[in-house]
């Protein structure tokens, strides 16, 4: 609970309020990410013969990428392991096969609209298909966002049923990315959440802190540390690249206002499946103060077969994972699996 107390509680909305009318800074840095192929090209001289495709693909699920991430990627490399997360490949439209649209079943899981509810003590809010970057991986690059709740009022079927359910203690939020939505919307719907008396933790799952943490601003922080419930966010880093001094400045400020940091990768075919990348990457978490927790096994989402690593070379790298480091930083090496109560270790 250090560092909670002087944001938490009473009078803490008002240096929100005072800067209300102000765009915050992280809005027009969203705005202007990258989102034109040809401009990608430019910036990180990429080779032209890989741009007609890459303008392809980019058609089907468009390219979006913060400034700030693209800074960290090395010019002229088109196998740089970060830009491979946001990069749009002619090989997205050639998957081995089993590759689908919703290879999660998330459909047959929603609760009412917005809410998927797989696990008995927790269920996600999806709260926007709004994100700060692309990743290429994408479980729900084709979920049906168009069907989501927008407003407050949007809400309230997911809250009632919430409150008519005593056995969830935990929601998250996911999307997208739900600190794509303005502060004012999570305030309110963290106080929603608040009220029901039986919900305990609120979990953000996001990737703004790693490719925007700008985002991790003061208005943020205020209603983060003041509700009611015990903040937990798991944030995405793949590579230790990621963990950028202004990332781990970031983790800091969340850390300060209370959040318990964890984060979740994705075991990607030429970003990290590699064991010295990944124990570099759980030591650059643990000074940023976050633990590791998932290493998720590719969901087979089609357009992402170029990323897939398959179960065995998987449980290698667990394996030298776990003889590297001490347990507390080897993530769980799972899968999700549809009608399972939990997911599932590979
Ligand atoms: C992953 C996931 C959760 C959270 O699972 P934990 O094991 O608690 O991290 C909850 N709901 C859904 C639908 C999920 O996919």
Redesign the pocket.
């Known amino acids: 609970m250090e560092g909670r107390g002087d944001l938490g509680k009473g009078g803490t909305l008002a240096g929100q309020c005072a800067g209300a009318s102000v765009e915050p800074a992280w809005r027009s840095l969203l705005a202007g990410a990258v989102r034109d192929p040809d401009e990608l090209w430019r910036l990180l001289a990429l080779p032209a013969d890989q741009l007609p495709a890459a303008r392809r693909a980019a058609a089907a699920f468009p390219l979006l990428v913060p400034r700030g991430f693209l800074a960290l990627i090395e010019p002229g490399r088109i196998d740089d392991p970060l830009l491979r997360q946001v990069l749009p490949l002619g090989a997205e439209g050639q998957d081995p096969p089993g590759f689908s649209a919703d290879p999660?079943h998330?459909d047959g899981?929603a609760a009412v609209p917005g809410l998927?509810?797989?696990?008995a003590?927790?269920?996600?809010l999806v709260t926007t298909g709004a994100c700060a970057v692309h990743c290429r991986y994408c479980f729900r690059r084709e979920f049906p966002y168009q069907g989501l709740p927008r407003g407050r009022r949007w809400w309230a079927p997911a809250l009632a049923w919430l409150a008519a359910h005593p056995e969830v203690d935990?929601v998250?939020l996911?999307g997208g990315d739900p600190l794509s939505l303005p502060d004012s919307q999570l305030a309110a719907l963290a106080a929603d959440l608040a009220a029901i008396p039986h919900l305990r933790r609120l979990?953000l799952h996001t990737r703004l802190p790693v490719v925007l943490p700008e985002r991790v601003d003061e208005r943020l922080l205020a209603w983060l540390g003041a509700t009611r419930l015990r903040p937990v966010v798991?944030i995405h880093a793949n590579h230790p690249r990621e963990l950028a001094p202004a990332v781990v400045a970031a983790c800091a400020r969340l850390r300060a206002a209370g959040a318990t940091l964890l984060n979740?990768s994705v075991l990607l075919a030429g970003v990290n499946d590699d064991a010295a990348v990944l124990a570099g990457l759980s030591l650059a978490l643990f000074d940023a103060g976050v633990l590791p927790?998932?290493l998720h096994a590719l969901d087979r989402v089609r357009g992402a077969g170029h990323f897939l690593v398959e179960d065995d070379p998987a449980r290698a790298l667990a394996a030298e994972l776990a003889a590297r480091l001490p347990g507390y930083l080897v993530p769980r090496l799972?899968r999700?699996e549809p009608g399972r109560p939990?997911?599932v270790p590979v």
């Open positions: 999660l998330e899981f998927i509810r797989k696990y003590s927790r269920a996600l935990e998250l996911s979990r798991v979740q927790y998932y799972v999700e939990h997911k």
